[in-house]
């Protein structure tokens, strides 16, 4: 499975991070509840890792469960050692590429200008993590890279919310959409899980309105 077979599973992306191992299964229960099939757990508190594996363990098989913010090769390693079945990266370095390409996980980096999406190409990747999306110039932005990027694909991340992500999701570069809108704080607080499976549900309802061409 490629990172596109993923994102194709789950046009909506949660981005989780976990301050609480306690509740991360019910939360991701909630969300795969509503529809969800691909989780972004990012290596930005120290239960991240933890939480992968726990992740692998409770979900059912059809939930595939990823790695975000990896910043570092060390960070890949890691996370696949941990469980995860894909990574994310909020850029791509020279060295992180490398460290990517030596593993067989499938990978969405980061890009944020037409010179990334360019190097990131040269580098052999065509699906792209597109960040922070709405603070670079969101949908026009996205409609821009279409033409001289015609091969790319984006999973825009970063501003997207209830209110926009079907206008990302009816581009046709654009194969899904990440973000935390899905997980707001009071509900994880209250174990509101039924709340956070309709927000799922509500992204998801999102993605058929925002119906396309096939691509
Ligand atoms: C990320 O790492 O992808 C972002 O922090 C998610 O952005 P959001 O919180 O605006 O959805």
New binding site residues.
């Given amino acids: 499975m490629d990172v596109r077979d993923i994102l194709a599973l789950s046009p909506v992306v949660p981005?989780m991070?976990v301050h609480d191992l306690g509740s991360i299964a019910d939360a991701a229960m909630a969300l795969f509840a509503g529809g969800i099939r691909a989780f972004?757990i990012?290596l930005?508190t120290p239960q991240a890792l933890q939480a992968i594996s726990v992740l692998r363990q409770a979900l059912p098989d059809e939930a595939i469960i990823g790695a975000?913010?990896i910043t570092q090769p060390e960070h890949l390693q890691a996370a696949v050692q941990a469980g995860a079945q894909f990574g994310?990266s909020?850029g791509l370095t020279p060295a992180l590429a490398e460290a990517i390409r030596s593993q067989a996980l499938p990978f969405l980096p980061?890009v944020a200008s037409a010179s990334e999406v360019m190097q990131a190409t040269n580098w052999g990747f065509d699906t792209f993590?597109l960040?922070?999306?709405?603070a670079i110039g969101g949908v026009p932005l996205l409609q821009s890279f279409s033409g001289p990027f015609a091969q790319a694909r984006f999973c825009p991340?970063?501003?997207?919310?209830a209110g926009n992500a079907a206008e990302y999701l009816a581009l046709n570069n654009v194969l899904a959409v990440?973000?935390?809108?899905m997980l707001p704080a009071d509900k994880i607080a209250q174990g509101d899980w039924q709340g956070i499976t309709a927000l799922a549900q509500t992204a998801l309802a999102q993605t058929a309105c925002a119906l396309k061409p096939a691509h």
Avoid: D, H, Q
Avoid at 131 to 134: D, G
Avoid at 157 to 161: C, E, P
């Fill in positions: 981005v991070v972004e990012t930005r975000g913010t994310v909020p980061g993590k960040f922070p999306a709405a991340t970063g501003g997207i919310n990440g973000g935390s809108w």
